[in-house]
C-alpha cells in the first residue's frame, strides 16, 4: 500500500479504479454524461468510461457546463467517484460539491509518476489522503 | 469565510430551503478557491437549459430531475438591481423536424423560459450575452457562465468573473452576492504567461487560432498577448472563445489594447517575464492544420456563428450568399441570439440567407444540439474542437468566406 498526502478540496471519501492522463478535459463537449466516456477525439482518455473511477487529470478547462455535466453524468450513474488534481479549476471544485464528489489536490508525489490506471484507489479528502490499494 | 448576519440566516434557512441550499454552495464554493467573503454582484448570465439527452438514451427520470432543479431555481425572484441574463439551449424553440429537437422537451423548455422570465431572468438564450444588450462596465462584479462569455467580459470589457457554473450562477443570480475569489481581485488578473505574435492576423477565425495556441499553454493561467493590433469585436469573440476551449483560461491581456493593459508591464503587474512563447506565421497555419481531419472534400454542413453570431457578421455572410444558392445536400446554418435574429429579418439579411438556402438557428448551435453531420466546415475554432467528438464529424476550420464558398460549391475548395 502507498499512501500519498494532499489536501482535501472537497471532503468526502471514495475509492475505485484510478484513470490517469496527464492532461485537461473539459466535461461539457468532451465527455457524455449518457454513456461516462470521453469522447474528445485525440484526447490521451479517449473512449475511457470515468464511471466509477477516480480520475486523475491536471485540471479541468473549457466549458462552463463541467457542473451542469457532472450533474447529469451522476444521475445516469457514470460519475467519475472522484476527482484528483494539480490545479484546481473553479468549475470542477463547484461540480465536485453540488454532486457530492470527493476532490484532492496538492498531492505530495507527481500522481503521473506514481499512480497508473487500473491501480486500486482510495481518495479520502477528510484527511486529505490517496492511497494505492493495489495495483494493477 | 466571514459572513455578515443576514447572509448567516440565509444558510440558516431564513428565506427557505431553497435559497439556504443556493447560499451553501457560494459559501462551500468560496472556502475551497480560498475566498474570505461574500460580494454584491450586479450581473449575471445563467444557463437553464433543457438537456435534450433522450435521443442518446438518457433516462425520462435524469431529464426530469435536471429540469425540476431548473423550475426550483426559476420559482424564486432574482436579487433587486441585478441584471440577469439567460446562456444558450440544447435545443432551438423555433420548429425542426430533428430528432435532437423533440417536441416534448422544446415544450418544457418553453416553460422554464416563462418561468424565469417571471424571476425576473432576461431569456437571451444565447452564449454571446455582450452582443444582445448585457454589456457590464468596467469593474462591474458579475458571475457568468459560458467560458468564452468569461474570457470577454473580463478581458475585453474589463469586468469582473470567474468561471461560473450553473448552480453558483443561478445562487447568485438568486442572492445577489458571489464568493471573492479569483480574478474578482485586482492581484489574480495578473499575467502569467507572455505570447509574442509576429503572425498577421487578417480575420476572426486568424484571431481563434492565437487563442486556441495560447489556451493550450496557458491552462488555468492568464495570456498576455504582445505585438498585435486591436482586434475587431468579432475577433475579440474568437479570441476569448478558443482560450476557453483549449484552455481554462478566466482572462487575457492583449498590450496597449485591453482596458486593464495600457502597456506590457500593466499586463503583468510590472513583473514582465523574461521567457515567452512565439506565434509566428508557421504557427498560424499550424494551428489551423491541428483542425482539420477531413478526409475527403464533399462537405454536409457549414456552421457560421461560433460564438452566436454579430449582426455584423450576419451582414457579411448574406452579402456573400447574396443571389447565390447552397449546394444540395449542404446545411448551411448561421448561429445566432433570437435578438440578433429579429434585427437580421427587419433588416433583410434572414431573407436574403433563406433564399440562398441557409437557416438561421436560434438559441443554439448544432454542435450543443449534437445534430450528426459528416464532414463540417465552420469558421469557430470552438465548433470545430468540439464537433468532432460531440457530432463524431470530420472538421474543417476555416475563415467566412472559404467556408461560404465550400456551401455553394458543396465540397471544400480550399482557403483561397
Known amino acids: 500500500m502507498t499512501e500519498i498526502r494532499g489536501r482535501g478540496v472537497v471532503k468526502g471519501r471514495a475509492?475505485?479504479?484510478?484513470?490517469?492522463?496527464?492532461?485537461?478535459?473539459?466535461?461539457?463537449?468532451?465527455?457524455?454524461?449518457?454513456?461516462?466516456?470521453?469522447?474528445?477525439?485525440?484526447?490521451?482518455?479517449?473512449?475511457?468510461?470515468?464511471?466509477?473511477?477516480?480520475?486523475?487529470?491536471?485540471?479541468?478547462?473549457?466549458s462552463s457546463a463541467t457542473p451542469m455535466?457532472?450533474?447529469?453524468?451522476?444521475?445516469?450513474?457514470?460519475?467519475?467517484?472522484?476527482?484528483?488534481?494539480?490545479?484546481?479549476?473553479?468549475?470542477?471544485?463547484?461540480?465536485?460539491?453540488?454532486?457530492?464528489?470527493?476532490?484532492?489536490?496538492d498531492l505530495d508525489q507527481d500522481p503521473f509518476e506514481t499512480i497508473r490506471t487500473g491501480d486500486h484507489v482510495v481518495v479520502d479528502a477528510d484527511l486529505g489522503l490517496l492511497t494505492i490499494r493495489s495495483r494493477i | 469565510m466571514e459572513l455578515t448576519a443576514e447572509e448567516h440566516g440565509i444558510l440558516e434557512g431564513a428565506r427557505g430551503p431553497y435559497l439556504a441550499k443556493c447560499m451553501r454552495w457560494l459559501v462551500e464554493w468560496g472556502e475551497v478557491m480560498g475566498a474570505r467573503r461574500l460580494v454584491r454582484v450586479d450581473n449575471t448570465h445563467v444557463l437553464l437549459p433543457v438537456p435534450n439527452l433522450m435521443a442518446r438514451g438518457a433516462s425520462q427520470r435524469t431529464i426530469q430531475h435536471y429540469v425540476d432543479g431548473l423550475k426550483e431555481a426559476c420559482s424564486h425572484h432574482t436579487a433587486p438591481g441585478c441584471y440577469c441574463t439567460v446562456h444558450t439551449l440544447f435545443l432551438t424553440m423555433d420548429d425542426l423536424d430533428v430528432p435532437e429537437n423533440d417536441p416534448a422537451q422544446v415544450r418544457m423548455q418553453k416553460e422554464i423560459g416563462e418561468m424565469a422570465a417571471a424571476a425576473g431572468f432576461i431569456p437571451t438564450w444565447t452564449c454571446a450575452p455582450y452582443l444582445v444588450g448585457n454589456v457590464p462596465l468596467k469593474g462591474e462584479i458579475c458571475a457568468w457562465t459560458e467560458s468564452s462569455a468569461v474570457v470577454y467580459a473580463n478581458s475585453i470589457l474589463g469586468a469582473r468573473t470567474t468561471r461560473h457554473g450553473n448552480e453558483s450562477a443561478i445562487a447568485a443570480s438568486l442572492l445577489g452576492v458571489v464568493p471573492e475569489f479569483g480574478v474578482l481581485l485586482e492581484e489574480n488578473r495578473k499575467g502569467t504567461l507572455r505570447v509574442e505574435v509576429s503572425a498577421d492576423l487578417d480575420s476572426p477565425t486568424d484571431w481563434g487560432a492565437l487563442g486556441y495556441f495560447a489556451g493550450k499553454l496557458a491552462g488555468l493561467g492568464i495570456p498576455v498577448f504582445n505585438g498585435v493590433r486591436?482586434?475587431?469585436?468579432?475577433?475579440?469573440?474568437?479570441?476569448?472563445?478558443?482560450?476557453?476551449?483549449?484552455?481554462g483560461v478566466s482572462m487575457c491581456h492583449i498590450a496597449g489594447v485591453t482596458p486593464e493593459a495600457p502597456s506590457l508591464e500593466a499586463a503583468f503587474q510590472g513583473d514582465v517575464p523574461a521567457g515567452c512563447v512565439t506565434?509566428?506565421?508557421?504557427?498560424?497555419?499550424?494551428t489551423y492544420a491541428s483542425l482539420r481531419n477531413h478526409t475527403g472534400d464533399q462537405i454536409d454542413s457549414v456552421i457560421l456563428g461560433c460564438p452566436h453570431a454579430s449582426i455584423r457578421e450576419i451582414a457579411e455572410i448574406a452579402s456573400l450568399l447574396k443571389g447565390q444558392r447552397v449546394a444540395e445536400g449542404v446545411r448551411l446554418w448561421v448561429d445566432t441570439a433570437r435578438g440578433t435574429k429579429a434585427m437580421a429579418d427587419a433588416m433583410g439579411y434572414t431573407a436574403i440567407i433563406e433564399a440562398a438556402g441557409g437557416r438561421i438557428l436560434c438559441d443554439t448551435c448544432p454542435t450543443n444540439m449534437r445534430m450528426p453531420a459528416r464532414r463540417i466546415v465552420t469558421h469557430g475554432f470552438k465548433q470545430a474542437h468540439y464537433a468532432r467528438g460531440m457530432v463524431g464529424a470530420e472538421v474543417i476550420v476555416a475563415e467566412t468566406g472559404p467556408s461560404v464558398r465550400a456551401a455553394l460549391a458543396g465540397r471544400w475548395?480550399?482557403?483561397d
Open chain 1, 15 to 62: 475509492e475505485g479504479p484510478a484513470l490517469v492522463a496527464d492532461a485537461t478535459l473539459s466535461f461539457w463537449g468532451e465527455v457524455d454524461p449518457v454513456t461516462g466516456c470521453v469522447i474528445a477525439v485525440g484526447h490521451p482518455l479517449e473512449g475511457q468510461s470515468l464511471a466509477g473511477r477516480v480520475l486523475i487529470i491536471r485540471s479541468t478547462k473549457g
Open chain 2, 230 to 247: 486591436r482586434p475587431s469585436q468579432d475577433e475579440a469573440k474568437q479570441l476569448c472563445a478558443a482560450l476557453a476551449t483549449s484552455g
Open chain 2, 413 to 415: 475548395l480550399g482557403d
Open chain 1, 69 to 105: 455535466i457532472l450533474n447529469l453524468a451522476k444521475l445516469e450513474g457514470k460519475a467519475p467517484a472522484a476527482l484528483v488534481n494539480v490545479e484546481v479549476d473553479s468549475l470542477a471544485a463547484l461540480g465536485c460539491i453540488v454532486n457530492d464528489i470527493p476532490m484532492l489536490t
Open chain 2, 279 to 286: 506565434f509566428t506565421g508557421d504557427t498560424l497555419r499550424d
